[in-house]
């Protein structure tokens, strides 16, 4: 609308006007959706077609076992298939899954009308995209990753991969890692800042609780992956010898780097489901959840184990027998906060009357299956037993028991339960049963049998096998179990295309549910809520059938559009209190655009074309800059009104908007990574063979002169945010220190460096001054973007929001310059003091 409702209007034109403003248009205009709705269904629909993928793929894993000697596959193609199956279970269906659940499913269940950055949902999902098809175009072309999912040193470096095979995977998977750090933004700030009003943090759905823990452990875990990854892709292609033994290097600093992501990953999955579970059982069972604050120190106290836990999967490598002790016991430990989550559960059943419909089947058989993974987890956190079971048939059933298990189930239960609120329509249940018992039959018949051939001593990872072991006929069983299993889920999948095409249509809130997600119309419209409610409960324990009503008629906050604006409400993370007015972005190609432009660099990175990168980097950095070009519209005064006597700033005027917040959390995985740079390099001085180098001289002076200038960064920074007539002084200040600290730092490495690739000390001082120096250049982009918004003119409030912006970034600049200096002079002393 070009002016602003009246709050007399009839409600349907509210609805209308809303409908216009938030809609996604048809056709190809349907590539610049940003809206959750969108993307959410993407997320999940295409994790589900990689499901598929990895699921047929698994049938000729099981096709190529179920007999001795089998000639099915010959080892190179067994090898590619294995990996894929592994690296598309994990990294393209399980966790993107959630990530699009997570998308749909929290701004309803929050009282929002959409997320806190939907082109950064949007760009993830495409960069998700993007990078899957890299993976699946690399098998379909014969030259896909097959090294293992986990991609073990020096099995994948180029001595023994020398294809680019390894790079698939390196690059691949890092481009979908991108996806995942996107959603772990979005979705913390989403929670803590886009709200009802009045849902404290104390009366958030349970849900919400998980994926904020979730989100937190994505944003901490995925970084030492990403970095992992980028060594190894730097090892392959110029020869820096990170983990070479024979040059100073060490293969487990990849097990380390990888497992500091992977056993945390294993809760990134398991916990999500559970927040699923959490929200459902309560009102299967027709009582609130037992112990939901219990259940949320679980959560959090999970989370923090699950950081100790990564040498877990490395008991056998030569651990110390102290640090073993150590792991061990958190091993054990971590069971304690899922137990807790599991009695919560037995005791909201058992305070109810349980509804035994589909859902609450699909729990049953999670209970049944995940029990047995937790308990075989905790055999396998003993050592002795682990140096028996390690590497056999026994752990991959243990890990498909706690994930596929832990997951599957949960996945369908919550399909047949919001499905129709998706749709707008009731399953048609012909099939269901039988398609569950199908599925949960033929995965216990596929993985405990794994668990016996692992005790017989099979070895995993193998592509044949000779008979006369004992292991044939039990693998023969799992694989007729494996294919009982796969029809099951055809016939899932026919299930709900049925569902689709003949359910039967509904009245809103089916469940009884006491979630705000029902206080909507079913299929939901793409603005969710006319109104923003205000709530006074907890957000499980709502009366949606009383609020959708109110909320349709616009007699919440924000029922009256402004100016064709798309608006959010904002709150106070702790008290829930409204804060400010959120205006989010209109439907744009610039996600897709930033995406493709991302893609291009991960491609010139896989064909080695080097001396086109710069090209696709400047098109990235264009595309995103393009991001902050507002459209023009002037900025409303200092409060503006959201009804109910209600006034509060627009977000660039607050004092946390959600793009501060995300900043902050972006730094946080940044610094993540860093220090498992800094972790890695200190790992390979302690225990890395052929150390230490011959003596290496750096440039100290300069470095330290690097160090000041970027200093200087902040102190310009805060001269241009401060009196205006000195923003121009510090601005400039800014530019050219970070110029200048940039400079130095690729002055010493490049030119009074000796090769890194002599050495993974000379090739760890190499990286950490390009970590410096690369800041500087971003610090660089974030100054004269500072300088541009001056020259045009723009609001006040909007320069000192990209001020206060660039200062977390210039000091977050002059912090990694700092370290990197004192690291380089502390290795450089080492090494001298140990030279001969």
């Excluded at 440039?699 to 000041?708: E, G, K, Q, R, T």
Aim: glycine share 8%; charged share 10%; net charge neutral.
């Amino acid at each position: 609308m070009s002016k602003n409702m009246t709050s007399g209007q009839n409600p349907i034109t509210l609805h209308r006007a809303l409908e216009r403003i938030w809609g996604t248009k048809p056709g190809w205009g349907r590539l610049a959706a940003v809206n959750h709705n969108v993307v959410g269904i993407r997320f999940m629909l295409t994790a589900l077609v990689f499901f598929a993928i990895g699921g047929s793929l698994a049938m000729l894993i099981r096709t190529q076992l179920a007999s001795a000697e089998s000639g099915f596959m010959d080892a190179e193609t067994y090898a590619q298939v294995f990996t894929m199956h592994g690296s598309i279970m994990m990294f393209l269906f399980a966790i993107p899954f959630f990530e699009g659940m997570a998308i749909y499913l929290l701004p309803k269940l929050l009282g929002s009308r959409d997320l806190a950055f939907p082109r950064l949902g949007a760009y993830g999902y495409w960069c998700y995209l993007f990078g899957g098809l890299i993976l699946i175009g690399a098998l379909i072309g014969g030259i896909a990753p097959d090294s293992g999912w986990f991609m073990y040193t020096p099995l994948s470096s180029s001595v023994y991969a020398p294809g680019i095979n390894s790079d698939v995977w390196l690059l691949g998977i890092t481009f979908v890692e991108i996806s995942a750090l996107s959603a772990a933004v979005e979705i913390i700030v989403t929670i803590m800042k886009i709200r009802a009003a009045g849902m404290s943090i104390d009366r958030i759905p349970i849900f919400a609780w998980y994926m904020l823990v979730v989100a937190t452990m994505m944003l901490v875990g995925f970084p030492p992956l990403i970095l992992g990854s980028i060594l190894l892709e730097v090892e392959r292609a110029f020869d820096l010898p990170f983990f070479d033994p024979t040059r100073g290097g060490d293969p487990l600093l990849w097990q380390h780097l990888f497992w500091l992501f992977g056993h945390p990953e294993v809760y990134i999955i398991f916990l999500p489901a559970a927040g699923a579970i959490s929200t459902i059982l309560p009102v299967l069972a027709g009582t609130p959840l037992a112990g939901y604050r219990m259940i949320v120190a679980a959560i959090v106290s999970m989370a923090f184990l699950s950081f100790g836990l990564w040498v877990h999967h490395m008991y056998t490598v030569g651990i110390p027998h102290v640090a073993l002790s150590f792991f061990s016991a958190a091993s054990a430990l971590v069971a304690v906060p899922t137990a807790i989550q599991i009695f919560a559960w037995l005791a909201t059943i058992a305070h109810g009357r349980p509804h035994f419909s589909i859902p609450m089947l699909h729990i049953f058989g999670f209970f049944f299956v995940f029990v047995i993974g937790g308990l075989t987890g905790v055999m396998l956190a003993m050592v002795p037993f682990d140096w028996q079971a390690h590497d056999t048939h026994f752990v991959v059933a243990h890990l498909h028991y706690v994930l596929v298990g832990g997951f599957v189930f949960p996945m369908l239960a919550m399909a047949y339960y919001w499905v129709p609120h998706a749709s707008g329509k009731q399953p048609v249940q012909h099939l269901s049963h039988a398609a569950f018992w199908m599925v949960f039959i033929g995965f216990n018949v596929t993985f405990f049998f794994m668990h016996l051939t692992g005790l017989l001593g099979m070895p995993r990872r193998i592509f044949g096998y000779p008979a006369g072991f004992g292991w044939e006929t039990l693998n023969f069983i799992s694989s007729m179990g494996s294919f009982l299993m796969a029809m099951g889920f055809a016939l899932v999948a026919l299930d709900f295309i049925l569902l689709f095409k003949f359910g039967r249509p509904f009245r809103r809130n089916p469940w009884r549910a006491g979630t705000l997600e029902w206080a909507m119309p079913t299929p939901p419209p793409s603005y969710n809520f006319a109104s923003i409610a205000r709530i006074d409960n907890r957000a499980d324990l709502l009366d949606p059938d009383r609020i959708g009503p109110r909320l349709a008629a616009g007699h919440g906050y924000l029922g009256i559009p402004r100016h064709d604006r798309m608006e959010v409400l904002g709150v106070d993370p702790i008290s829930g209190e409204p804060d400010q007015v959120v205006e989010l972005p209109r439907q744009t190609y610039l996600p897709l655009w930033t995406a493709l432009a991302t893609g291009a660099f991960f491609l010139l990175m896989l064909f080695k074309l080097y001396w086109l990168i710069p090209v696709a980097l400047a098109a990235v950095i264009g595309c995103f800059w393009l991001w902050t070009v507002r459209d023009g519209s002037p900025i409303d005064g200092e409060r503006i009104s959201i009804g109910h006597g209600v006034k509060v700033p627009v977000h660039i005027r607050a004092q946390v908007p959600p793009s501060y917040l995300a900043m902050v959390l972006t730094l946080v995985a940044n610094a993540t990574l860093y220090i498992s740079l800094l972790f890695g390099c200190l790992f390979l001085w302690v225990s890395a063979p052929n150390w230490p180098p011959k003596h290496v001289l750096l440039d100290m002076p300069l470095l330290a002169i690097a160090a000041v200038a970027s200093v200087l960064t902040c102190v310009g920074n805060r001269l241009a945010g401060g009196r205006t007539n000195l923003a121009p002084v510090g601005n400039a200040l800014s530019l050219c220190a970070h110029l200048l600290s940039a400079s130095l730092f690729l002055w010493v490495a490049f030119l009074t460096l000796p090769a890194p690739s002599g050495h993974a000390a000379i090739a760890s001082l190499f990286v950490v001054m390009i970590y410096a120096a690369l800041h500087g250049m971003i610090g660089a982009i974030f100054a004269v973007h500072a300088i541009w918004r001056a020259l045009c003119g723009h609001d006040e409030s909007v320069r000192s929001l990209d001020l206060r912006i660039g200062r977390l970034w210039h000091d977050y600049s002059a912090a990694a310059a700092i370290c990197a200096v004192g690291f380089c002079w502390n290795l450089q002393t080492l090494i001298a003091g140990s030279a001969p």
